[in-house]
């Protein structure tokens, strides 16, 4: 008997034919089998296109940063929890960014313990439930007998159509900002209607000059005479928004350009690398437990991963694996320069890639005070400004070139955002 779903029967599905306990058999196999949830996905994707981004996890659609964090804090309605765990099942992206969110969730709460101080975890977020049998499929469950396939699938459509708008928002909107009275106060809107006599014609407020300007995602960030600024989400980022656009300076963690030192050795085979290492290698990554790639070796029978500490302490092993690849098992130390290694098993013996002469496989995990810092900018509505200064930062300078070469597009006129490319090109 076939394991897998027909395609008359993912049809019969979709139409809301099958019901009872043989639809409750369909999507305890979906929650299974990827192959038939990917299949599924893309029949309704058919029908409705606009599921396709939310559903089939493309390079281009990726889950916003605040349905993760929503995600974790048990916050999601339970439709868009559910649309959420298929994207993560194929997107290793999105998969990787919520695990990496968890872990720094986890890091924090425990200097939280270590620090009276600070408020507890439980005073200021929700622990995240578990998902499965138990979790979100139980309402799932629930609403598709009740209210057929296709109601889930508009609901879902309905929901990413919306969201998509709601995470996009309009413009930010300028309100013009009065000039200080004498005495250092802003004069109030009573004052200003009735200063003009009778006889007299009111003159309207001038507004202060705009010292520095940048069209950002979402809209304009205006720096203005007196220092204050206008189009910015988050003020924890004013100083850096302001040195940025006033200055044209960043500050960039330039960590990567050590690690990369001797990197390219490692990228194909030679003397001491029997075979190449793919990535993290002369890196700065953001996510703690990182997926490691390799190249394979030509008869070899398993290969194991190993990862070392600046001391060359050893932090994590991975277990016999025959594929290239494997995702680190548990978070590893942020802020440290690392170290790893593959051992191919062949014919009996152990070969270790890299080895003398060839330089060590080297990368380094963002500090947890910079992942936070990313967190806030991702929150901030998408600012490529944003994004970039906290890629700077953290030592991201791929990331934080892709934000500033967005701003440069957006604004072809503008030397400042030219001159912030150009300082983290010049440090990669």
């Not at 040195?243 to 963690?253: H, I, N, Q």
């Not at 998408?382 to 200064?389: A, D, H, K, Q, W």
């Amino acid at each position: 008997m076939d394991p897998h779903l027909s395609e008359m029967k993912i049809k019969e599905l979709l139409d809301s034919k099958v019901t009872g306990t043989e639809l409750l058999e369909i999507d305890a196999h979906l929650s299974e089998c990827a192959d038939c949830a990917e299949r599924t996905a893309a029949v309704a994707g058919e029908r409705m296109p606009v599921l396709g981004p939310a559903i089939d996890g493309g390079s281009d659609d990726h889950l916003p940063y605040e349905t993760l964090e929503s995600y974790l804090d048990s916050k999601l309605p339970d439709v868009e929890r559910e649309i959420a765990d298929v994207h993560m099942r194929v997107c290793e992206d999105c998969k990787g960014q919520f695990e990496d969110l968890s872990a720094l969730r986890a890091e924090l709460e425990a200097e939280n313990r270590t620090d009276p101080h600070l408020p507890k975890p439980s005073e200021v977020q929700e622990s995240p439930r578990k998902t499965g049998a138990g979790g979100s499929r139980a309402f799932w469950r629930f609403l598709v007998p009740a209210f057929g396939v296709v109601a889930v699938v508009i609901a879902a459509a309905f929901w990413y159509v919306n969201s998509g708008r709601e995470s996009a928002g309009p413009g930010p909107v300028t309100s013009p900002v009065p000039t200080l009275s004498p005495g250092g106060s802003l004069p109030s809107p009573q004052a200003s209607e009735t200063s003009a006599g009778p006889d007299e014609q009111a003159v309207p407020t001038p507004m202060p000059e705009i010292a520095a300007s940048l069209v950002d995602t979402g809209g304009k960030i205006e720096v203005l005479a007196d220092g204050r600024i206008t189009g910015l989400k988050d003020s924890r980022f004013e100083g850096d928004v302001r040195r940025a656009l006033l200055e044209g300076k960043l500050t960039v963690d330039g960590t990567g350009s050590d690690l990369r030192q001797g990197s390219g050795k490692l990228m194909g085979p030679g003397e001491g690398v029997p075979f190449a290492l793919s990535s993290p290698v002369g890196l700065v990554i953001e996510a703690s437990a990182p997926l490691f790639r390799w190249s394979a070796l030509e008869g070899a029978e398993n290969y194991r991963v190993e990862v070392f500490d600046e001391r060359f302490n050893k932090l994590i092993e991975s277990p016999d694996l025959k594929g290239t690849e494997w995702r680190a098992s548990k978070p590893l130390p942020r802020g440290q320069v690392l170290r790893w290694q593959v051992i191919a098993a062949k014919d009996g013996n152990s070969m270790r890639s890299p080895t003398r002469p060839a330089p060590d496989a080297r990368f380094k995990v963002i500090t947890s005070s910079n992942a936070k810092l990313i967190g806030e900018a991702r929150n901030a509505g998408r600012s490529s400004l944003l994004l970039g200064i906290a890629y700077a930062k953290a030592g991201l300078l791929p990331e934080a070139e892709k934000e500033f070469s967005s701003l440069v597009r957006k604004n072809p006129n503008s030397s400042v955002a030219r001159k912030l490319l150009q300082q983290v090109r010049s440090r990669r």
